[in-house]
């Protein structure tokens, strides 16, 4: 296998030289106490650059470079704070809607609307644009920009589904944003970090952060999830083993998606309904660092498995918490730019109205 340094060297490379991403998450929650109702990170290249929660009611800055955008424009954090307080109140409806809609009516729930943002090709100039909502961790609506419509893959959302498929002005609207806006602000970041983000990315390789591995499941019916938290850097793969040898069947994968301190999390499904129990001792979860020799691995033993049930019940709801998040996506409607200063995705005036239709 080729060093750890080329290897990583190639993905910066990548990453920096080639494709930068700028993606925002709006997460809401419900019946989760010692949690933020409503929380608001926005990454360039997979780098946390901009924060707000409920609790503090604060755009905050995550990398210094950022800094650059409150000098050109000194109206920028406070801008950001305004809008986010208004998503804020819109997304804690949204819950009460769907819960309505799916018949629910307490326990835990989280309504993410996801990923949003944009990617672009700095060398050939390629760009794409995604737009996804979910709930409970299951896909809710995401908009398709070729058809220009909206996707609905559960009934729940078919309501939404046709609602937002008539209102074309506001699809027009997304696309722009999504093809040219966001594009512009992405360029704009990448020029205030590029420095910075190499920096970054070699100390990481220097200090790798390494993650902490459970199993859970939901139901004794329910797939076994192994969920890893705290990693960094986020080039990492998680996957199931079966006496040595990675599963494809029967295996859900999630995203790698950011955690508030600024490190990662994903998870990985396994079905073991057609298992027998003697079996399991078989199967591994095992996390690797891309380039890396050493796995990290965690045998599939029913007894440290955390569930639902008996005195475990409160810690299974925060990891429940986890696991969905890990697979739940966020929320932006946004607003055109004006002749002085054009929008960032977070600036979105039209977030304040209820997205998600009442049935």
Request: charged letters at 25%; proline letters at 5%; aromatic letters at 10%.
């Amino acid at each position: 296998m080729k060093p750890f340094l080329f290897l990583f060297l190639l993905e910066i490379h990548g990453t920096v030289g080639s494709t930068h991403s700028l993606r925002y998450f709006y997460t809401s929650s419900s019946g989760v106490s010692n949690f933020p109702e409503f929380v608001a990170v926005g990454l360039v290249d997979e780098v946390q650059m901009i924060h707000y929660d409920s609790n503090t009611q604060k755009a905050e800055f995550k990398q210094q470079w950022m800094e650059k955008a409150a000098e050109d424009d000194p109206q920028y954090l406070s801008r950001q704070t305004n809008r986010l307080m208004n998503s804020q109140q819109v997304f804690k409806g949204n819950i009460d809607t769907l819960k309505q809609r799916f018949n629910q009516t307490g326990g835990v729930h989280i309504n993410q609307m996801i990923m949003y943002g944009c990617e672009w090709d700095n060398e050939t100039g390629k760009v794409k644009g995604y737009d996804q909502h979910g709930y409970d961790g299951e896909d809710f609506v995401a908009l398709d920009l070729d058809t220009e419509t909206w996707i609905a893959p559960t009934p729940q959302a078919v309501t939404t589904k046709m609602k937002w498929d008539k209102n074309r002005a506001l699809i027009a609207q997304k696309k722009n944003y999504l093809t040219q806006e966001c594009p512009e602000w992405l360029k704009k970041y990448v020029n205030y970090g590029r420095s910075s983000l190499m920096k970054n990315s070699i100390y990481l390789l220097f200090s790798p952060v390494l993650p902490s591995l459970s199993l859970l499941q939901k139901t004794p019916s329910s797939p076994v999830t192994c969920h890893a938290t705290g990693f960094n850097p986020n080039r990492a793969e998680l996957v199931w083993r079966k006496d040595g040898v990675e599963l494809h069947e029967g295996v859900n994968k999630g995203e790698i998606l950011p955690i508030n301190d600024g490190n990662f999390q994903m998870s990985v499904n396994l079905d073991l309904s057609s298992v027998r129990p003697e079996d399991w001792q078989r199967y591994n979860c095992v996390f690797q660092f891309s380039g890396v020799n050493e796995d990290i691995v965690t045998k599939l033993d029913k007894a440290m498995i955390r569930t639902n049930k008996g005195k475990r019940k409160s810690l299974a709801i925060l990891i429940t918490i986890a696991t969905l998040v890990l697979a739940v996506i966020t929320f932006i409607v946004y607003k055109k730019r004006t002749e002085k200063h054009p929008p960032s995705p977070v600036e979105n005036t039209e977030i304040q109205e209820q997205v998600i239709p009442k049935a």
